[in-house]
Every structure is written in structure tokens, then in C-alpha cells.
């Protein structure tokens, strides 16, 4: 299976939705990275983009306009629509991805992006940007141990072990990301082991 090759294919089932609106389909490289070889090209029209990725199914899929960007899935939950999305489906045809994507562009994000302001893209695109650094601190509160040490301390805390809990939330490397009953259960926890 060759990324170009499919990719190619790929764009023959999106042309229909995205020519006839001004884009135009640009291939923009192919290269063997660690995970094996891949393609990648952008439909494009003025200032907006559309990315897609194709190593061995279609990957990364990008909005953007201008210098903003967005993933297909954030862009479908900012849209509401992400039920009703039909990418990413699940299929061994290669071409099934590039199905689905061509069902959430014509059904889903045509009156926005491809045919709209791109107002709705520009919001969303803003505040993921902007919720970027609290997704950061999440994963790193989970990387580092946090969140399993969070629901130890609450069954700790439900145990009747309010110094077991104390000693856990109070250890937390990430303690801004408790939610108000854990603060609620450490001040309690703190009042019972004076």
C-alpha cells in the first residue's frame, strides 16, 4: 500500500465536495518516518486549509484558517455535531476514511468553513488554543500520579482514613486541579488529624 497512491485515490472521493467551492488540492510530500511511510496534502482556498495525513489510514486531519487550526474531531464537538460525525470510522478499506470525511464536510462543516465566515471555526479554534495550557497540566497531573492518588485520598477519606487522605492530596504536585469537594475533604481531613 503506497500513502501516495491511496491518498491520490483519497482525494478523488473529496474532490467533488471541495472543487467546485474554490479549493484546490495541493500534495504537499511523502517521507518514511518512524511509523512507516506517509503522504500529506492540503486542499486549499485563500486563507483556509485543509490538512490531511495518510500513513496507513487517514490520520490527521486539519482545519485552518489563516493561523488558526483545528482538529477534525475538536472542530465537530465545537460544531455540536460530533455524534453525527461519520470520521473517524473504523474500517479496514483504506478509502472508508476518506468517505466519512466527505459525509462530515458536506453535511457538517459546509455552512461554516467551506462555505461560511468560518466563525464558528474561528471560535472554537480560539478557545482550544486558549484551553491548551489546562489540557497540558492534566496530562502532566496524570502522568505524574495525581489522579490516581486524588481517588485513593477519596476512598481514604470515605474509609474513615482522614490522615491517609490528608497525607495523599496534600503530596498533590497539582493541587489547583482538585475539584471543590477534594478541597472540601482535605479541610475536613486537616480539621480531623489536629
Known amino acids: 500500500m503506497n500513502p501516495r ?3 491520490e485515490q483519497g482525494t478523488a472521493i473529496l474532490d467533488p465536495v471541495l472543487l467546485p467551492r474554490g479549493f484546490r488540492f495541493q500534495f504537499r510530500g511523502e517521507d518514511v518516518g518512524s511509523g512507516g511511510a506517509f503522504a500529506w ?15 496507513y489510514s487517514l490520520g490527521l486531519v486539519t482545519y485552518h484558517i489563516g493561523d488558526l487550526a483545528l482538529a477534525h474531531t475538536l472542530y465537530m464537538v465545537a460544531l455540536g455535531v460530533a455524534k453525527e460525525a461519520a470520521y473517524p470510522g473504523f474500517s479496514d ?4 476514511a476518506f468517505r466519512d470525511l466527505s459525509h462530515d464536510l458536506e ?3 459546509a455552512g461554516d468553513f467551506l462555505d461560511g465566515s468560518g466563525i464558528s471555526f474561528q471560535h472554537a479554534a480560539a478557545r482550544v488554543a486558549a484551553e491548551a495550557p489546562l489540557r497540558q497540566r492534566e496530562r502532566m497531573a496524570w502522568a505524574v500520579g495525581d ?10 477519606f470515605h474509609s474513615g482514613d482522614y490522615a491517609g487522605a490528608r497525607t495523599l492530596l496534600e503530596g498533590l504536585q497539582y493541587p489547583d486541579l482538585t475539584t471543590t469537594i477534594e478541597r472540601e475533604m482535605l479541610r475536613l481531613a486537616r480539621a480531623r488529624t489536629r
Open 147 to 156: 489522579l490516581e492518588a486524588r481517588e485513593r485520598a477519596r476512598q481514604r
Open 107 to 109: 453535511q457538517l462543516v
Open 93 to 96: 478499506d483504506p478509502l472508508a
Open 41 to 55: 496534502g492540503e486542499y486549499v482556498r485563500g486563507d483556509r486549509r485543509l490538512e490531511l495525513h495518510f500513513r
Open 5 to 7: 497512491t491511496i491518498l
